[in-house]
């Protein structure tokens, strides 16, 4: 556990956090509960950051630049990093020379929670799977919290906690991505799920066998009490071996303990033997990807003691996020779908698998150095036109051309006029980039919003029909 020591606050010694964005400050906050001297450092300049620093000024601490943090290394005996920080930052070598402790926010908040942990990671459906745990825990009657990498950040729960509130709270589900996995030592989750992995991040892993490595860590510290809930279909995941009992889930395969595919029904069995089942077409949900993210939020739902039949049966009536293959809007006997938080090709490729018409895709916006071709074989039976724009529109078509016909368009506005154009009654318009959105727009949700307002616009005089 973090110390805030009366030694290390004679010493003047105190804790930088790097990042003044929704996590960082959360992680203020909860240092300042626990009584360290705290400053957070921001690679913005300061006068951009008006609304942080009002924020900090209340707490009494003090934001600085990354220079000024560099300066005085030496004064902190802590550094809480941030998701958007890559750990091979030159401040964080330094600071480990000088014998300072490195962790991220979702390790700091682990260290003062008091309730069980429920996590979630891979590169496809965290946030479903997240949510969709939370949803059916909730309506079996148990308190929880749902955040981490969505929502509210972990350490707003461990401040409530410390300070004798939340008592109430009997599990988290905590959604963890590939960069808060990088700081993390003694978190702990008594159910843990990798769903997944597919090329995303490479920008900042470089290579996918270091992007796998950092995935794994979730199930760093489990042990045989411990349920780690992993996906059989993916070739590398299924070569895993935790510590804890592992609950597999397929499309495909059986196993002894876990969820399977037959036909379109989920059945979940312990032992071999069949201890639930249900018919995906009574789930509010579709698509082969929410079949496993309902399989993989049963076996979450088992760490948490609930039958899987009563957690199947509480799973039927979610129904999935905005911007996670939406529908926004029929018009003319087209449906144009947003599934702006396909934000990888793995995503892409998930979704093209959950449509049996012809799709014209909307691919494109701020690289990730993907590859787009691993969508090749995706794209052959279902996609009729790939429209690609943003940033990365140039390097989409030299990767897809040869496969599908590729037009080029430089904003929402013009890919929605090609593509509403070309599109015909029953087919869809799939806006699933596989790219960050922040070449034009503010995050992934702006995304989506824009595409809904310029369908809506470019069929003016339409009603749409939902």
Same mark, same amino acid.
């Given at each position: 556990?973090?110390?805030?020591?009366?030694?290390?606050?004679?010493?003047?010694?105190?804790?930088?956090?790097?990042?003044?964005?929704?996590?960082?400050?959360?992680?203020?906050?909860?240092?300042?509960?626990?009584?360290?001297?705290?400053?957070?450092?921001?690679?913005?300049?300061?006068?951009?950051?008006?609304?942080?620093?009002?924020?900090?000024?209340?707490?009494?601490?003090?934001?600085?630049?990354?220079?000024?943090?560099?300066?005085?290394?030496?004064?902190?005996?802590?550094?809480?990093?941030?998701?958007?920080?890559?750990?091979?930052?030159?401040?964080?070598?330094?600071?480990?020379?000088?014998?300072?402790?490195?962790?991220?926010?979702?390790?700091?908040?682990?260290?003062?929670?008091?309730?069980?942990?429920?996590?979630?990671?891979?590169?496809?459906?965290?946030?479903?799977?997240?949510?969709?745990?939370?949803?059916?825990?909730?309506?079996?009657?148990?308190?929880?919290?749902?955040?981490?990498?969505?929502?509210?950040?972990?350490?707003?729960?461990?401040?409530?906690?410390?300070?004798?509130?939340?008592?109430?709270?009997?599990?988290?589900?905590?959604?963890?991505?590939?960069?808060?996995?990088?700081?993390?030592?003694?978190?702990?989750?008594?159910?843990?799920?990798?769903?997944?992995?597919?090329?995303?991040?490479?920008?900042?892993?470089?290579?996918?066998?270091?992007?796998?490595?950092?995935?794994?860590?979730?199930?760093?510290?489990?042990?045989?009490?411990?349920?780690?809930?992993?996906?059989?279909?993916?070739?590398? +995941? $299924?070569?895993?071996?935790?510590? &804890?009992? @592992?609950?597999?889930?397929?499309? %495909? *395969?059986?196993?002894?303990? =876990? !969820?399977?595919?037959?036909?379109?029904?989920?059945?979940?069995?312990?032992?071999?033997?069949?201890?639930?089942?249900?018919?995906?077409?009574?789930?509010?949900?579709?698509?082969?990807?929410?079949?496993?993210?309902?399989?993989?939020?049963?076996?979450?739902?088992?760490?948490?003691?609930?039958?899987?039949?009563?957690?199947?049966?509480?799973?039927?009536?979610?129904?999935?996020?905005?911007?996670? +293959? $939406?529908?926004?809007?029929?018009? &003319?006997? @087209?449906?144009?779908?947003?599934? %702006? *938080?396909?934000?990888?090709? =793995? !995503?892409?490729?998930?979704?093209?698998?959950?449509?049996?018409?012809?799709?014209?895709?909307?691919?494109?916006?701020?690289?990730?150095?993907?590859?787009?071709?691993?969508?090749?074989?995706?794209?052959?039976?279902?996609?009729?036109?790939?429209?690609?724009?943003?940033?990365?529109?140039?390097?989409?078509?030299?990767?897809?051309?040869?496969?599908?016909?590729?037009?080029?368009?430089?904003?929402?506005?013009?890919?929605?006029?090609?593509?509403?154009?070309?599109?015909?009654?029953?087919?869809?318009?799939?806006?699933?980039?596989?790219?960050?959105?922040?070449?034009?727009?503010?995050?992934?949700?702006?995304?989506?919003?824009?595409?809904?307002?310029?369908?809506?616009?470019?069929?003016?005089?339409?009603?749409?029909?939902?």
């Amino acid at each position: 556990m973090v110390l805030i020591s009366k030694e290390t606050r004679a010493q003047g010694r105190g804790s930088l956090v790097m990042g003044a964005a929704l996590s960082g400050i959360a992680a203020a906050k909860l240092l300042v509960f626990l009584g360290a001297r705290v400053a957070v450092s921001e690679k913005k300049p300061i006068e951009q950051l008006e609304k942080e620093k009002k924020e900090l000024d209340n707490l009494g601490v003090k934001i600085i630049s990354e220079a000024e943090a560099e300066k005085n290394l030496a004064s902190f005996s802590l550094l809480v990093v941030s998701p958007g920080v890559p750990i091979n930052h030159p401040i964080i070598a330094t600071a480990r020379s000088l014998g300072a402790e490195v962790i991220g926010e979702i390790e700091l908040a682990f260290r003062f929670i008091s309730c069980p942990i429920l996590a979630v990671t891979g590169s496809n459906g965290k946030s479903t799977v997240t949510d969709l745990t939370g949803y059916i825990l909730k309506k079996a009657g148990l308190d929880c919290y749902v955040g981490g990498n969505i929502g509210s950040p972990l350490a707003d729960l461990a401040i409530e906690q410390s300070q004798g509130q939340a008592q109430n709270i009997k599990w988290a589900v905590v959604e963890i991505s590939s960069f808060q996995l990088e700081t993390i030592e003694s978190f702990k989750a008594r159910g843990a799920a990798f769903l997944n992995l597919t090329p995303d991040h490479l920008d900042r892993h470089a290579t996918m066998e270091s992007y796998f490595e950092l995935k794994k860590r979730i199930f760093n510290l489990q042990g045989p009490k411990d349920l780690s809930i992993i996906n059989l279909d993916d070739p590398l +995941l $299924s070569t895993i071996s935790p510590r &804890g009992r @592992v609950f597999g889930f397929s499309r %495909s *395969k059986r196993s002894d303990f =876990g !969820a399977y595919l037959e036909e379109n029904e989920i059945i979940v069995v312990e032992n071999s033997k069949i201890v639930a089942r249900a018919d995906f077409k009574s789930f509010s949900l579709f698509g082969a990807h929410n079949q496993e993210n309902v399989m993989a939020a049963v076996g979450l739902c088992y760490a948490a003691q609930i039958e899987p039949q009563r957690a199947l049966d509480l799973a039927c009536d979610y129904k999935s996020s905005e911007h996670r +293959l $939406s529908l926004v809007g029929s018009y &003319g006997g @087209v449906d144009f779908v947003d599934d %702006s *938080k396909a934000t990888n090709v =793995g !995503a892409v490729a998930r979704a093209l698998e959950s449509f049996d018409r012809p799709i014209i895709l909307i691919l494109g916006g701020r690289d990730k150095d993907l590859d787009f071709s691993y969508l090749a074989p995706y794209l052959k039976d279902r996609v009729k036109l790939i429209v690609a724009m943003g940033e990365c529109r140039e390097k989409v078509k030299a990767a897809l051309e040869s496969v599908k016909p590729v037009r080029l368009a430089v904003d929402m506005k013009q890919a929605v006029s090609i593509a509403s154009q070309e599109a015909k009654s029953g087919e869809v318009v799939l806006l699933s980039p596989a790219t960050a959105s922040f070449d034009q727009f503010r995050d992934y949700k702006h995304r989506g919003e824009v595409f809904a307002r310029e369908a809506s616009l470019f069929y003016q005089g339409a009603s749409p029909q939902m």
